[in-house]
Every structure is written in C-alpha cells, then in structure tokens.
C-alpha cells in the first residue's frame, strides 16, 4: 500500500463550488504539506502543518483553507472554486528529526475548475 | 531573479548516453539539495539528497554541489528509456525554522529514446 494517498485522483467542478481534497499517510510523519503544480511554474507550497495543532500559510494560501484532522490526514479546501485553481494537487509528508528534510508525495489530485 | 532556475527542456538523448542536469541557485543560505524524479502522473520521488558541497554517488546517478558557484549538478550515466521523466531540482536553508521549506526548480523533462 503506499505510504501517502490523496483523495480523489481526479475532479472537475464547477465555479463557486467548495471542495476538499483529502490525504492520508502511514509513515508515521509529523510534519504534512499542500503544493500545487502548474505547467511552467513549478511546484509551489500553500500550506504546511508541523503537527495537529499548527497550521502555516505557504506561498500561496489564498483562496484555499486546510485541517490537519489528526496526525495522518491533513484536508485542503477550495472555499469557492474558480478556474485558474485548476492545478494538479500534491501532498507530502516529512519527519522533523533524522536531519534529512525529505519530502514524501503522494500520487496527486488532477482538478479542472470550469 | 527566481530563487532557483532549471532549464525546463525538454532534452532527448539515446539510451547509453551520459545525462547533465543542472539548476542554479541564488540564495546562500541553502544548504540541502535534492533531486526528486517524478514520472508522467505520478507524484515527485526523491531521487539524491546531499548536505553542502560535493558529490554524492547511488548507482549511475551522481550529484554534485558546487556552493561557491550556486550551481548544482545530476548526473545519469548510461541513460535508459525509464528514467524517461521530468527532474526536480529541490534546496532548503539550514535552520531550526526553516529547514522544513524546500524551494524547487520548475524541472527539466528528460526523454531517453531506445
């Protein structure tokens, strides 16, 4: 089974529509994040959680909302979808102790936004 | 100046042959680089993590970091059809607060052609 899987792999919705994209973990990690990726810009943060209680904005939180439900999941919300938040959507996972910073992904969420 | 560059390509090179991939980087606090491969529709993998400057080896790929110049290096040797995928180059700074953050470049697509 893999280690990091998000919920749904895919989605189109329609403008105005709230939605939540799911991820779950079974690496024990504490730390969880929300990127997007987009064709030419890259992968870019919108909010990172160092554990259940702390919740941090990333580059790019406007327009989106998370929670971090329990140490293994961690939610990303469009409060009110529009067009240019389609985007394919990454989680990752990461330990605070060890000394590598390395960040586990997940498979990704593809959303179309019409 | 963007953080981190990385020539997007695409670049297509025969199978054996020897691959370069580079990123440069404008920030002198990053001290852990990584390269993360990440196939069609799939999330990024972690592919080679170095600490400062220097080469690391693992199998026929092989890092390097050269911190004076900002500009570090993945190499593939004798090339194959599967490492058909877009590389990313990944860094972070060295602190307690920040080391979680990592600052991606936009990926170069590599295609090996049999």
């Known amino acids: 089974d893999a280690d990091v899987t998000q919920t749904p792999r895919n989605r189109i919705t329609k403008t105005g529509k709230r939605i939540m994209l799911e991820c779950s973990q079974t690496?024990?990690?504490?730390?969880m994040y929300w990127y997007r990726q987009d064709p030419g810009l890259g992968l870019r943060l919108i909010y990172y959680?160092?554990?259940?209680?702390?919740?941090n904005k990333g580059e790019i939180s406007d327009g989106y909302s998370v929670s971090r439900q329990a140490q293994a999941k961690f939610s990303l919300s469009l409060e009110s979808a529009i067009p240019n938040q389609t985007a394919l959507y990454f989680c990752?996972?990461?330990?605070?102790?060890?000394?590598?910073?390395?960040?586990?992904f997940g498979p990704g969420t593809r959303l179309l936004v019409l | 100046q963007k953080e981190v560059e990385q020539d997007p390509g695409p670049l297509s090179v025969p199978e054996g042959a020897i691959v370069s991939l580079n990123c440069t980087y404008s920030?002198?606090?990053?001290?852990?680089f990584m390269w993360y491969r990440q196939y069609s529709r799939k999330g990024p993998e972690l592919l080679m993590y170095?600490?400062?400057?220097g080469n690391k080896e693992d199998g026929r790929f092989t890092a390097q970091v050269d911190k004076s110049s900002k500009y570090i290096s993945l190499f593939i040797r004798d090339s194959q059809p599967s490492d058909s995928a877009t590389y990313l180059c990944?860094?972070?700074?060295?602190?307690?607060?920040?080391?979680?953050?990592?600052?991606f470049g936009k990926g170069t697509k590599l295609s090996v052609i049999p």
């Open positions: 170095t600490y400062s400057s």
């Open positions: 990944a860094m972070s700074p060295y602190s307690g607060a920040g080391s979680y953050q990592l600052t």
């Open positions: 959680s160092f554990d259940v209680k702390d919740i």
């Open positions: 690496k024990g990690h504490d730390r």
């Open positions: 990752a996972t990461s330990a605070s102790t060890g000394g590598e910073e390395t960040q586990y």
């Open positions: 920030n002198s606090a990053f001290q852990y």
